[in-house]
């Protein structure tokens, strides 16, 4: 196995601010791309085709001076680990949320008692000037005063980061051998690149990758002179229908806000999934929408949460979490044996770490959480289901992006605080435990960017390229630690120059926990006894899938399906999956295995002729300081 090189690593380190500074300009303040909601990061995916093209006019005159596929794919991991840092569901959200309570508390709102006496100082900002210059820009970050009020938050936010982000490598780590060696799952999201990697000669020469690019980037280019200059004519690919127009009357006007849209880079990405799982997603949204209108028919539409749709997702992602557990209950029985030393272990010569060490982590890492939430006033009953359900989720979507790896995944608004809030209801819950919610509601949110899911796919990477595993471990902390502090410079350095307030997305992620704290505290609730029972019985059938899968060869449905099916991502995302699932079907159907490769290149043009033309438009946007055409509005 090689080990991972000091330049791979330095090259990677040394894009970091650059990138984390394109994402925040373009996501949040012109609003001009989201390349960390998907799956695949597309400015990532640009950059690594960049320094491959790169790096075959390098091998014409200095072979010697080539990185090699390895080298490559170590950027390509620690870029996308990087991106998980800066992403729209991680700092975008910390650094306005913990800003927000200081600079709108007033008389008339009365936050100054019912939000700001519940918050640690040294959890938020506590500096009314430092608060309103980051919201309204015409600032800079680099005043004295400005800095000084940013010591205490940044130091513990970044602590609790890290110790997070420790836990989660640790946590990964438990898990690799059974999924990358034993399973050999496919890690669908990062067959992109690899076909850039140790195929891009190949992709080039061939006439179908053209055809592919060829559509998806001209659809972008005659949509983005279309946003400049309307009179064009352009090819709406976003709603490019909606029901809302034929669907006017009960029980059908229930699912009207349906629309179908034709993402060329997503019905590529989802070329690559499994037949069977793709079918799974699109059935089950399909009778999500049953769902909808029965309850409409039954009259059952208007009653206080029917049909539970987040809880439904709730229970969908804590059942993939045990699924995943359960499926590698045999494994972990001799990792246990490992860890105390009996006989009957697995040899860990070849792991990142020892799996005491990654056990020993994990829980270091759950009891510094668990003890950063009491700090601030949360009780430890709270906090340890709290993050028990975190860590589920996130084994969950580490485990739904390594097997299926649909194009855009998410979990909005369901985090464990949502979670505990149904079972127990805010009357049970004091106002400690509630604002210790709304400072954690940056990082449970959506989960569309997961860092176990990232980091775990750096670990399928380098097995493929022959790389250790052991120093892809050391690339991906370095990566995050990089990562962070990038992430955070180019958040306070764009935010006290633009501001985010005004702005559609800074807005959101500045205050929408606080408003729902101050929602909690003024109108308190018991625990909401049938979303709660909605949730167990989305657990239970959740489970029962995942028994039928595994039990009878002949049933198709999968699990992930059920948990997807009522996402923002599945709404966005069905009608490209369909058009996917109908192509690979018909394909392998009546062309055979030989015509599926052909095919490849194809989907893999869509995949990046939207990635480069679309990353061209927020580039032309950073550069322009104004708001273009992207391709995921």
């Not at 140790?198 to 061939?206: D, E």
């Not at 029917?306 to 804590?318: D, H, V």
């Not at 044996?337 to 982590?361: C, N, Q, V, W």
């Not at 657990?539 to 029962?544: A, R």
Request: charged share 10%; net charge neutral; glycine share 8%.
């Amino acid at each position: 196995m090689k080990p991972v090189t000091v330049r791979a690593v330095a090259i990677a380190c040394g894009l970091m601010p650059f990138l984390a500074l394109w994402v925040v300009t373009s996501e949040m303040i012109w609003e001009s791309g989201n390349s960390t909601v998907l799956a695949l990061f597309y400015h990532v995916t640009v950059v690594l085709l960049v320094l491959s093209l790169l790096n075959l006019l390098i091998g014409r005159y200095r072979p010697g001076w080539m990185l090699s596929p390895g080298e490559l794919m170590t950027i390509y991991v620690m870029l996308s680990v990087a991106g998980t840092m800066c992403a729209a569901d991680f700092l975008q959200s910390l650094i306005p949320s913990i800003a927000f309570p200081i600079y709108h508390a007033n008389p008339q709102n009365r936050w100054e008692e019912r939000i700001l006496q519940y918050l640690p100082e040294w959890a938020i900002l506590t500096d009314r000037d430092a608060a309103a210059s980051l919201a309204l820009g015409n600032s800079s970050v680099y005043d004295i005063g400005i800095l000084s009020a940013w010591a205490k938050p940044v130091l513990f936010w970044t602590f609790f980061i890290l110790a997070m982000t420790v836990g989660l490598i640790c946590l990964n780590n438990l898990f690799r051998k059974q999924w990358v060696e034993r399973e050999h799952l496919a890690f669908p999201i990062i067959q992109i690149p690899l076909s850039i990697v140790m195929g891009l000669p190949k992709l080039l020469s061939s006439k179908v990758f053209w055809v592919g690019a060829g559509i998806a980037g001209s659809i972008d280019i005659l949509n983005g002179f279309n946003h400049f200059f309307p009179n064009l004519p352009m090819i709406p690919i976003v709603e490019a229908f909606s029901l809302k127009d034929y669907l006017v009357e009960r029980p059908w006007k229930s699912v009207s806000y349906t629309t179908l849209n034709l993402y060329p880079f997503a019905i590529g990405l989802a070329f690559f999934l499994p037949a069977e799982i793709t079918f799974s997603c699109l059935l089950f949204f399909f009778l999500y929408k049953l769902e909808l209108v029965g309850c409409s028919l039954f009259g059952a539409r208007n009653l206080p949460g029917i049909p539970f749709t987040r809880e439904q997702s709730s229970g969908g992602f804590l059942g993939l979490g045990l699924l995943a557990l359960w499926s590698a209950r045999n494994y972990l029985g001799q990792v246990g044996k490992t860890i105390l030393g009996r006989p009957g272990g697995l040899d860990e010569s070849t792991e990142p770490m020892r799996y005491r060490t990654a056990f020993a982590g994990l829980v270091a890492s759950a009891v510094l959480l668990i003890g950063s939430g009491i700090c601030m006033g949360a009780s430890l009953s709270v906090m340890i289901p709290f993050f028990l359900i975190f860590f589920l989720y996130c084994l969950a979507f580490a485990r739904l992006r390594a097997e299926l790896g649909p194009p855009i995944h998410d979990l909005s608004y369901a985090g464990p605080e949502v979670v505990l809030h149904d079972v127990c209801g805010s009357r049970s819950l004091s106002e400690t435990n509630l604002a210790t919610f709304s400072l954690f509601n940056w990082f449970t949110r959506s989960n569309r960017a997961p860092f176990s899911g990232h980091s775990m796919e750096g670990y399928k990477s380098a097995q493929l390229t022959n790389t250790s595993a052991r120093s892809m471990m050391v690339a991906i902390f370095i990566a995050a630690v990089v990562g962070l502090f990038s992430a955070g410079w180019a958040m306070l350095h764009t935010f006290y120059i633009h501001g985010y307030s005004g702005r559609t997305v800074g807005d959101t992620f500045s205050s929408e926990a606080w408003w729902r704290m101050a929602g909690w505290i003024v109108y308190p609730e018991w625990g909401d006894v049938p979303a709660s029972i909605t949730l167990a019985i989305a657990l239970v059938f959740t489970l029962l899938l995942g028994y039928m899968r595994w039990t009878f060869t002949w049933f198709a449905l999968h699990p992930a399906g059920y948990a997807m099916s009522m996402s923002w991502s599945m709404e966005k995302l069905w009608a490209c999956l369909a058009i996917a699932w109908l192509a690979k079907v018909v394909i392998t159907r009546y062309g055979g295995a030989e015509v599926y490769r052909a095919a490849i290149p194809f989907f893999v043009g869509l995949v990046l002729g939207e990635f480069i033309v679309g990353s061209a438009w927020s580039l032309v946007g950073w550069v322009l300081q104004t708001r273009v055409y992207h391709f995921l509005a």
